[in-house]
């Protein structure tokens, strides 16, 4: 028992040593006790999923779904599903709320449908794929996912601090992930929460500090990548239908950056 004081006292200095050591390296991007208070915070569009964003960056959206979804051949072992039955693909669609400036530019959603053959933790995977030397729209007019193309995260700008995405939920017991690559290649649970209402609804989900997006050495910054955004079901839900809609996914982030002499240099490629 005459040890008890001590450790408690390191218990309380190893912790105040984590604490100021974790905020100086999350905020490392400024280097003087000034840059590491400023904050310039400003909003960019991720996706809009078929838009102009989308269109110009040449990404189209693609959903994998996991091992009881409904199989195109039931008779077979490792039949991949039935895209009748489990599919992505963009719709004419788009929220009531967005901005007049964003709503002017808005014309397509994406939506996925699912269909399982047992209850269960069932999943779906929705990603991102890069198309190189054409467009993302198809001979009508609208984004075509099925065009050849190759997986790529999303690269976020600045510091995230929160992620916001427009959900159409059908009533369905679902919940919400975002899944975040950072630069050391660990790869970041964020929970977004359930998916059980009607209608279109913005969700918004902070980015915890503990996720590493800068460090102590030139260049600072080192931005995060959106893997994939995944779905998962209760275990009670009915299996035989699910609808979902995305649609104007966004950042809050970051992007102060302290000035140096030479910092021109930060950014050549070598």
Not at 18 to 32: E, N, Y
Not at 94 to 123: R, T
Not at 200 to 216: D, H, S, V
Request: charged content about 25%; aromatic content about 18%; hydrophobic content about 35%.
């Amino acid at each position: 028992m005459k040890y008890k004081g001590r450790w408690n006292f390191c218990y309380v200095l190893l912790s105040l040593v984590l604490i100021f050591g974790l905020k100086s390296f999350i905020f490392s991007f400024g280097f003087t006790e000034r840059g590491r208070e400023t904050i310039n915070l400003q909003t960019f569009t991720v996706s809009d999923f078929g838009d102009e964003k989308d269109q110009t960056n040449g990404i189209i959206w693609k959903a994998k779904f996991s091992k009881f979804a409904k199989p195109a051949d039931p008779n077979k072992e490792l039949s991949t599903w039935d895209t009748n039955a489990c599919d992505a693909k963009y719709f004419e669609a788009k929220p009531v709320g967005l901005s007049p400036e964003v709503d002017a530019k808005q014309k397509w959603s994406l939506g996925i449908k699912a269909q399982f053959v047992k209850k269960g933790y069932n999943w779906i995977e929705v990603y991102t794929e890069k198309v190189s030397g054409r467009s993302i729209l198809g001979s009508d007019g609208k984004p075509d996912n099925t065009i050849e193309s190759k997986r790529e995260p999303l690269t976020l700008i600045g510091v995230i601090k929160s992620l916001d995405l427009w959900v159409w939920g059908g009533n369905y017991k679902y919940w919400m992930e975002f899944y975040l690559l950072d630069y050391k290649g660990f790869l970041h649970k964020i929970p977004v929460g359930d998916i059980d209402y009607v209608g279109w609804r913005n969700l918004r989900t902070k980015i915890p500090e503990y996720i590493p997006q800068a460090e102590n050495r030139v260049p600072f910054l080192k931005p995060l990548k959106l893997e994939y955004i995944k779905i998962w079901s209760y275990p009670n839900e009915r299996v035989d239908q699910f609808y979902v809609y995305f649609d104007y996914l966004q950042v809050q982030t970051d992007v102060y950056l302290e000035r140096f002499n030479g910092d021109d240099l930060a950014s050549k490629a070598w």
